[in-house]
Structures are given as structure tokens and as C-alpha cells.
């Protein structure tokens, strides 16, 4: 394992032009919502938007997955960013949406953790319907190629496609919900272990999150701010770490300095519930993600290095990576 800053710097200095920029200049994107998708069962048909760039071809896929409450509308910091450089962005709407005002007392409420998933196997498996819903769309997505990436109980989300499994309070080992048609991920804050680190609060209320990242064996690059505090767990910020620290696939940790749970602002432009705005934080959130897909799933691009030697050669980085 290494790092490539050790000290701590609060502040951010102005964003200089990245250097691989030149060479992926942003284009316009086209984007849809809201596609429908017949859901049987779930109680409420599955609303997505699909934002994709207006040119290209063979065009690598995101399964983005929202933090509680929010939409397929949220995060149009990310999902704009990623689209505007050649990735397709599928952002469904989960049950637990504000929008949607699902009740206190809705039995589907205690399950919503699962039904996301089967959101995301749904996307999944009818790619080929989303891919006819966007004008200009048909024919361009490169379905082996596929990404996922969560914020916040997105990202818990996304780890259960990414290999981590729940785990009872008793020791029993939940469903392993991997899939392989998954190359890549990235976590957003996601929850770190189980066990003695969860609060009460968390044990009550999210029994889920009591979790084991032993399986993870996707690569996957973790994110977290160093200023997050969590009503969920007792450890701290470093709890965030876990997705990093104890799983195998995870190869690469983003620190933000100074950073909240909302990374300087990801959920949406000019917010209110930002807990750290800062769009010099959100800059980086975006081309280290989108960097880091890029180079795993095309193996030789050189998107990771070179967004890496900015971040490190910066006078006051914002952040640090490390490696393993």
C-alpha cells in the first residue's frame, strides 16, 4: 500500500486545465427521463434517466445508484461530467425517493436495501430497451463495459453488485448478489464494517449495514471526506475506509481533505443540503471517478496516471490517493 500525500492540506488551489482533458474534451450529451421499465411486483414501475454523449460509438455503460431520498434527477455534477466524456449514465429512481413518499408504515419500507439491487439487475437486463428509449441511442453501448457507482446508501447498494454481503447479527452469511457483468466500481461514502462499529441507532434502524467487505474482489476505487461523521457507526470518519482497507478488489482510496458527506457539493448544482460545498472538491470527485473508470475498463489509457501526477503535483492537493 502506498500514499501519495501524506499531509493534510485544508485548502484547494484553483483547478489547473487537466492534462488529459485535451484529449477528452467534454461534448454535448442528450439525455432521457423519464424511461419506463414494467417492474411486477415492485409496486411502482422503475423510472430512469439516460444521459449519454451525442457522439461516439461503443460507448462504456455507469449504473449510477442515488443516496437515500434523492432520484434519477440528483447528481448532475457526476452524471453530466461522465456523459460529457464518453460514458453512458443510467441513474434510476429507488422506492425510497422523496418523490415517490413512500410511507412510514409501507411494507416495503424494510426492503428497499434488496429492491435496489433488483433495480440494478433489472437496468441490467433490459440495457437494450434503455438503449432504444434515447433518440440516437441504438446501437452504441459496448454492454461489456459496465460500471457501477454509488453514493451514500447508493454505495452500499452498488457493494452488494460489487461482491460485499450482508451478515446477520447471529453470524449467518447473507446472499451473495455479485454480478459479473459489473467490471468496475467506485463508492461514495459507502458505510464501512459491521458489528461493534455500528451505533445503536444503525443496528436498530439499518440492520443491512451490518456488512462484510471480504468478497469484494471487483476493483473498485473508494471515496471518502476526512470530516464525514456518521450518525451510524461509533469509529469515526475512518469508518469510510472500510470498503479500502478490507476488501480485496478495492485497489484505490480517494481522500478528500476537509471533506463532508456530501464530497463539496456531488448531489445536484447550487444545493441546499450540500454539507461542505466546495466545488474545487467536486472537480476532483469528478475526473479521479471518471479517470479511474476509464482506465480500467480500457487498460493501457492513461485517464488514471496522469489525473494521479496532477493531484500529487499540486501545491496544496485537495486530496490523497493511495494504492495497494
Sequence with gaps: MSSEHSKHHPLAEPLALPRDEALNAPVPVISASPVVLPAPGRGEDLLVRVSAPAVGSALPIIVFSHGFGSSMDGYAPLANYWAARGFVVIQPTFLDSRRLGLPPEDARRPFIWRTRVADLQRILDQLDVLERAVPGLAGRLDPSRIA????????????????????????SVGEDLSDPRIKVGVLLCAGGRGGDALSPLAVERFPYLNQSYAGMKTPTLVVWGDQDHSPLTVVGPGWFKDAYTLSPGANALLTLFGGGHMLGGISGYQVTETTDENPERVAVVQRMTWAYLRSVLYPGDPAWSSARADLRERPQPPGQIDVK
Design 148 to 171: 457501477a457507482v454509488g453514493h451514500s446508501f447508493g454505495a452500499q447498494t452498488t457493494g452488494l453488485l460489487l461482491g460485499t454481503r450482508t451478515l446477520g447479527f447471529d453470524g
